[in-house]
Nanobody, 117 residues
Framework: VQLQASGGGLVQAGGSLGLSCQGSGYSFGFRAVGWYRQAPGKQRELVASLSFGGRTNYADSVKGRFTISRDNAKNTVYLQMNSLKPEDTAVYYC????????????WGQGTLVTVSS
């Protein structure tokens, strides 16, 4: 299984970015999926999740600004990020989720998001 996130870049505070994550060797359509991020010097944290049934959950720090979605036909998970803040700067990763929110697979390639003030 390979998970590859893309779409990161440099954006000014208040701007928007859309991330994509494509999985190969695995179908996202049958499990919960999530986006994590890891800022410099900090632990990786789960910021958004989407259940098999379509229920979403967000970390308080991104609630109202980030939106997770999926396209099962393309086996792709998305993260739309609006009203970005400097504290959103991190490497973003996707993964399938176990019942407790922990990742299923070995981490794939993340994508760096840098928000300038």
């Amino acid at each position: 299984v390979q998970l590859q996130a893309s779409g990161g870049g440099l954006v000014q505070a208040g701007g928007s970015l859309g991330l994509s994550c494509q999985g190969s060797g695995y179908s996202f359509g049958f499990r919960a999926v999530g986006w994590y991020r890891q800022a410099p010097g900090k632990q990786r944290e789960l910021v958004a999740s989407l259940s098999f049934g379509g229920r979403t959950n967000y970390a308080d720090s991104v609630k109202g600004r980030f939106t997770i979605s999926r396209d099962n036909a393309k086996n792709t998970v998305y993260l739309q990020m609006n009203s970005l803040k400097p504290e959103d700067t991190a490497v973003y990763y996707c993964n399938a989720l176990q019942g407790d929110g922990s990742p299923v697979f070995t981490w794939g390639q993340g994508t760096l998001v840098t928000v300038s003030s």
